[in-house]
């Protein structure tokens, strides 16, 4: 079977739009007690990776009705203390740090409580990952991934869902387990793969659909930004011959209903 994604409205299949579901999400998430946001990405050299980090938080803050500042655990800046400080400096006593994180693996077990250690001020409150401490598939994020996919306006009978890469065995299930998710909300064959760490790769991930009969492949890219990895998915998949590789998750709408409600949780469990 082919499916031919056209670039539909963002509504669920009840018929409610994901902007409702936000509007929805406004007046709680404004009642909490933090005062400001706080996205903490992985970060990248690449300045389109930052921008579309920013784009989110802009796309947040227009729902949010609070401050939202973004800041990086690699590679790029703020860090995590100098936008804290920045938030303090501006009189913002409580802040909610959503990592914009996918997994549970180094990045969230090392990297994030390293950055977040010392603070200049009140410590944060520190939200899950959005990708879900429990590694089990959010909705929204399938919803994601086919939204992107759906911009690709072109037909395909399999998926290869194309992620980071870890050494992490739970990490690597995650995304596993979310290939399967995003499968099934398609209808089609989907494959797990990793720009780096562990196998297999977007390119191997390709050839095992083709011997198993798919002819048209597309890459769902399971990423917030396009950074190195993302342009070493693209090289691979492009490579292998596919019909199109996805923009990364970005400022999809369901991301943003996410992170709003990650704020509005962490906000309702530490008030």
């Given at each position: 079977m082919i499916v031919t994604f056209m670039v539909l409205g963002p509504h669920d299949e009840g018929g409610t739009t994901v902007t409702d579901a936000i509007e929805t999400l406004r007046p709680v998430a404004e009642a909490a007690a933090p005062s400001a946001l706080l996205l903490l990405a992985h970060g990248s050299l690449a300045p389109e990776a930052q921008e579309s980090t920013r784009a989110l938080a802009r796309a947040v803050g227009s729902s949010l009705g609070s401050r939202v500042e973004v800041a990086f655990l690699r590679h790029s800046g703020p860090t995590a203390r100098q936008a804290l400080g920045t938030l303090?400096?501006?009189g913002h006593e409580r802040v909610v740090v959503v990592p914009l994180l996918l997994t549970?693996?180094?990045?969230?077990?090392?990297?994030?409580?390293?950055?977040?250690?010392?603070?200049p001020a009140r410590a944060p409150i520190v939200a899950p990952v959005v990708g879900g401490p429990t590694g089990v598939p959010d909705g929204r994020l399938v919803g994601a991934l086919q939204r992107r996919l759906a911009e690709l306006d072109v037909a395909f009978d399999a998926v290869v869902l194309a992620a980071a890469g870890s050494v992490d065995v739970a990490?690597?299930?995650?995304?596993?387990?979310?290939?399967?998710?995003?499968?099934?909300?398609?209808?089609?064959?989907?494959?797990?793969?990793?720009?780096?760490a562990t196998a297999p790769t977007p390119g191997?991930?390709?050839?095992?659909?083709?011997?198993?009969?798919?002819?048209?492949?597309?890459v769902a890219s399971y990423c917030f930004a396009a950074g190195l990895l993302f342009r070493v998915t693209v090289e691979a998949a492009t490579a292998a011959g596919v019909v199109g590789v996805s923009h990364p998750l970005g400022d999809a709408p369901e991301l943003v209903e996410l992170v709003l409600e990650r704020f509005q949780q962490a906000g309702d469990t530490k008030a």
């Open positions: 303090a400096g501006a549970s693996a180094f990045h969230a077990r090392v990297d994030l409580p390293k950055a977040l250690s010392d603070p990490a690597c299930s995650a995304v596993t387990a979310m290939a399967s998710a995003l499968g099934t909300a398609l209808g089609l064959p989907c494959r797990a793969a990793f720009a780096s191997e991930a390709v050839e095992a659909l083709r011997r198993a009969g798919a002819r048209r492949i597309a």
